[in-house]
C-alpha cells in the first residue's frame, strides 16, 4: 500500500505556514475523498468549495483512496488546490473485492434482474465494493487510522455558504459522534433485507444499542419495520473512533456475512445511519443546519434570508429539499422534541 507523504505537498521550510492560519486549537481531522482517477476534475470542483468556504483558515489535511494508483495528474491537481497536507492511498484488495463467502454465481444473478428492472447501479460490482469499502473499511485504511475525525467529501458537490467555524471542533466540543445535512428514503429494491440483517445483529448485540436511541427515525412501528430513512452519507462529518470501535465492528462484520452487498446493493448511506441511529444516544446525532450543500440531486440551503446574507450563501432557498415528502429530517426533528426553523414556510 502506498502510504508515502505525497511529493507535491509543501516544503519542510514552508509547511509551518500552513499548519493552520486559524487562531485556536485545531482537532485531529482529516477531510477524505474516495476516488478514481478520472473523478478529478469534479472533485477538483468540490476541493476548491471546500477550501473557499471553510478550509482556506484552517488548512486540514485531505486523504485520497483509490482502489487503483492515484496518477501523477490527480495528485498534482488536487495538492495544488488543498491548504493542507494531501495523503494518497491505494486500497488494498482485502477491502475491495468479493469476501470468501459470497457466492458469485448468486451475486451474478442478482445483477442480471437489477438491470432488467433499471434498479440505478445494480448492475454494477464497482458500485457495491465502493458501498461495502465506505461501510467498512475507510476508517481502517492506514492513511486514516492517526485521526480521530473525517469529513466525507465526493465529487461534484457544492457548499453555498461560508463556514466561519470548526465543525470538527463543534463535533469534539459537543459530544457528537455523527451529523448529516440532507435525509431521505432509501429505494425499497437495494435493501429488501437489511432490517432482517439489522435485527438479527440487535438480537445478537443487545450490548451495543444505545438506550436513547433514534429507532423511531428508522421505524414507525417500533422497530418491526424500516421505514428506509436514511442520512445522505456523501456528506458526513464523523468520529473515526466510533467507527472502529467494537459496536461498530460486530455490526459491519454482521451485515457483510449476511451478503446484502453482493446479494442486493446495500448503500453505504443506510448502513451508517442506521449504525448511528441505533448504536448512538439520540444527542449524539448532529444535523449541520448551517452547512449549506448540494449533491446531485439534492440540496439543503438553510432556512432565515438574514442567516444566509451573513454566511455570503449563494443557494436558492426555493431549492431547499428538507420540506419535500420525500426529506426524513422533519422525522428527524420530530424525534429530537424540535420543530422546523422559524420561517420555513416562507421559503418554499
Ligand atoms: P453516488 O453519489 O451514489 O451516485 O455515487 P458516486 O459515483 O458519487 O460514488 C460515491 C463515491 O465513491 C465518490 O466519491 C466516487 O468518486 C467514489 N467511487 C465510486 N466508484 C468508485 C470506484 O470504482 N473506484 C474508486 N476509487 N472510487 C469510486
Ligand atoms: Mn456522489
Known amino acids: 500500500q502506498d502510504t508515502s507523504p505525497n511529493p507535491y505537498a509543501s516544503s519542510p521550510a514552508t509547511s509551518h505556514l500552513t499548519s493552520s492560519t486559524n487562531a485556536g486549537p485545531r482537532m485531529n481531522a482529516t477531510f477524505v475523498t474516495l ?88 448492475d454494477s460490482v464497482s458500485y457495491r465494493h465502493m458501498c461495502r469499502y465506505e461501510s467498512g473499511f475507510f476508517f481502517h485504511h492506514p492513511l486514516m487510522l492517526n485521526y480521530e475525525w473525517y469529513w466525507r467529501v465526493e465529487p461534484s458537490i457544492e457548499l453555498y455558504c461560508d463556514i466561519p467555524y470548526d465543525p470538527f471542533k463543534f463535533m469534539a466540543d459537543n459530544k457528537k459522534k455523527y451529523s448529516f445535512v440532507l435525509s431521505l428514503y432509501e429505494y425499497v429494491e437495494t435493501i429488501p433485507t437489511l432490517w432482517d440483517s439489522v435485527t438479527k445483529f440487535m438480537a445478537k448485540h443487545p450490548e451495543h444499542v444505545a438506550k436513547d436511541n433514534s429507532m423511531a427515525f428508522l421505524s414507525n412501528d417500533g422497530g418491526k419495520t424500516y421505514n428506509h430513512c436514511h442520512f445522505w452519507s456523501n456528506f458526513e462529518i464523523g468520529s473515526l473512533l466510533w467507527l472502529r470501535g467494537q459496536g461498530y465492528t460486530d455490526y459491519f462484520n454482521s451485515l457483510d456475512r449476511d451478503g446484502g452487498f453482493f446479494y442486493e446493493r446495500w448503500g453505504d448511506a443506510p448502513v451508517h445511519s442506521i449504525a448511528a441511529a441505533l448504536m448512538l444516544p439520540k444527542d449524539e446525532i448532529h444535523w449541520f443546519e448551517d452547512i449549506a450543500y448540494y449533491h446531485v440531486p439534492f440540496t439543503h440551503c438553510p432556512t432565515g434570508e438574514q442567516k444566509r446574507i451573513d454566511g455570503k450563501c449563494h443557494c436558492n432557498p426555493k431549492d431547499n429539499f428538507d420540506w419535500n415528502g420525500y426529506s426524513c429530517t422533519e422525522k428527524y426533528l420530530q424525534v429530537n422534541g424540535r420543530s422546523k426553523p422559524e420561517g420555513w414556510e416562507k421559503e418554499q
Open 35 to 122: 476516488a478514481r482517477n478520472s473523478d478529478l476534475w469534479e472533485i477538483s470542483r468540490s476541493i476548491r468549495q471546500v477550501e473557499d468556504r471553510f478550509n482556506h483558515a484552517f488548512n486540514y489535511d485531505w486523504v485520497f483512496l483509490n482502489d487503483a494508483e492515484f496518477d501523477d495528474t490527480f495528485k498534482k491537481v488536487t495538492s495544488a488546490l488543498t491548504s493542507g497536507k494531501t495523503f494518497y492511498g491505494k486500497i488494498g484488495s482485502e477491502h475491495w473485492g468479493f469476501p470468501s463467502w459470497i457466492d458469485q454465481d448468486r451475486a451474478k444473478k442478482v445483477r442480471n434482474e437489477m438491470r432488467e428492472k433499471k434498479i440505478i447501479y445494480g
